[in-house]
């Protein structure tokens, strides 16, 4: 069965904190995504990757890095985070060729104060 | 530019047929996906549509129409595990990669 792990359901931090948010898919994915969802939003990404050690910017990049140094692990990185960042976080993943059926984790639920 | 539209809310009685609808906006095309969600659940996928056409699912059935710009989730026999949030998405017009999503659609089933 395919699956895709986050480490935490629920976090809470200070502002300014550097947060890292971690996501481990274990199906040998090629294509790995971090979104934010908000209410009346959808989903947003914010950086994908397709290749170890390669990524490219989504939609809402700022305040955000990643990074890759394993196929099967994808790292969200809050620099210095702000209460606007508080948000619902879902990773992805996708085989290199079917790329509109993703596999989503089951969020972080990240809470900025 | 890309845009998705579909409605915020529907609501249907168990055991009804219900359809979603999508229309879209986009300079490049490479099909549409749909999606469900529950309350503090992870999307999970439905159906994909590359081409004009039905495809047909179990219960569910997703419909597209490019000459339209417009597709539709067709959802039967109605049950009350149904109530959740649809999302359709569409490739991002310069990578295909990426997908972007509609804001999504929250069906309430009642008994």
């Given at each position: 069965?395919?699956?895709?792990?986050?480490?935490?359901?629920?976090?809470?931090?200070?502002?300014?904190?550097?947060?890292?948010?971690?996501c481990v898919q274990d199906m040998d994915h090629e294509n790995m995504f971090w979104y934010r969802q908000d209410p009346g939003l959808g989903l947003r990404l914010i950086y994908f990757s397709y290749d170890v050690k390669m990524k490219e910017k989504g939609d809402i990049p700022e305040g955000y890095s990643v990074s890759r140094e394993k196929k099967e692990r994808f790292s969200l990185i809050l620099e210095s985070a702000s209460t606007n960042q508080t948000s619902m976080y879902l990773c992805a993943s996708t085989p290199g060729t079917r790329t509109y059926e993703q596999y989503f984790g089951p969020g972080t639920r990240l809470t900025v104060t | 530019g890309q845009s998705l539209e579909q409605p915020s809310e529907v609501t249907a009685v168990e055991g009804a047929i219900v359809q979603i609808n999508c229309t879209y906006q986009t300079s490049g095309f490479y099909g549409l996906s749909w999606y469900q969600q529950h309350d503090g659940g992870a999307p999970t996928f439905l159906s994909y549509n590359g081409?004009?056409?039905?495809?047909?699912?179990?219960?569910?059935?997703?419909?597209?129409?490019?000459?339209?710009s417009?597709?539709?989730?067709?959802?039967?026999?109605?049950?009350?595990?149904?109530?959740?949030?649809?999302?359709?998405?569409?490739?991002?017009?310069?990578?295909?990669?990426?997908?972007i999503f509609g804001s999504g659609t929250r069906l309430l089933v009642r008994p």
């Open positions: 069965d395919v699956k895709v792990t986050q480490s935490s359901r629920y976090l809470v931090k200070r502002t300014g904190e550097k947060v890292f948010l971690e | 081409l004009d056409g039905l495809e047909e699912t179990g219960r569910f059935s997703s419909f597209l129409s490019r000459s339209d417009y597709g539709y989730l067709l959802l039967q026999e109605l049950q009350m595990k149904d109530s959740a949030s649809y999302f359709c998405a569409v490739s991002h017009p310069r990578s295909s990669y990426k997908l």
